[in-house]
């Protein structure tokens, strides 16, 4: 835990920067929702409907799967900001995979809202998003702002020795934030989905 703030303190510059990013693509998720025509929100009205009914439904849900989708996802993504962040002409596709989670996580959001009502969507964001995001976002922006360090690092400093510890240093990083976005997958799948089970009860 030390070592993490540390990290943070050492970099908050760089975490300053790959913040932006992520707050601008989630600005970027709900200004689409906004600016989406009647048909494009009729259709995720309905795909919100036919959820939460098969959710109403569904006694047992095959959380084994979806725990595995989740962790694939991390895992994708993880090993994508870590491959791209050790090359120089890679960081603008860090910044890039940034700015999509943002947009997917302002994209959702507003959905819910849009769709669901203030109230309704509020409580099925907080049932579905909040907890493994809480987890989730710090370990993103974390194993990005590692990557910026280490393409930052490389630039200043083209010594073998110096890209070889730089490059370890951001693998074992990454590997950190990759153990965190699992555990957010674990509150995600067997935390997260039971809340909303209770939530939509009310519905």
Not at 24 to 53: D, H, P, R, S
Not at 154 to 173: A, C, L, P
């Amino acid at each position: 835990m030390e070592y993490l703030k540390k990290h943070v303190v050492e970099n908050y510059k760089k975490y300053a920067v790959i913040m932006v990013f992520f707050i601008l693509g989630t600005f970027l998720g709900v200004f689409f929702i906004n600016q989406a025509k009647t048909e494009q929100k009729a259709e995720i009205q309905e795909y919100l409907n036919n959820f939460i009914t098969e959710l109403k439904n569904t006694e047992n849900i095959n959380q084994g799967e979806i725990l595995q989708a989740s962790l694939y996802d991390k895992l994708w993504l993880t090993i994508s900001i870590w491959f791209f962040g050790t090359t120089i002409i890679g960081i603008p596709i860090v910044f890039g995979l940034v700015t999509y989670r943002g947009f997917c996580l302002g994209y959702t959001i507003s959905s819910f809202i849009s769709c669901l009502g203030f109230t309704k969507g509020f409580l099925f964001m907080l049932a579905t998003l909040l907890l493994q995001n809480l987890i989730f976002i710090p370990a993103l922006i974390g194993v990005s702002v590692s990557g910026f360090k280490f393409y930052q690092s490389i630039i200043k400093d083209r010594r073998k020795e110096n890209i070889k510890i730089s490059f370890v240093r951001h693998t074992i990083f990454s590997v950190m934030m990759l153990i965190i976005m699992a555990i957010s997958s674990v509150i995600e799948v067997f935390i997260s989905t039971n809340l909303l089970r209770v939530i939509i009860g009310y519905f």
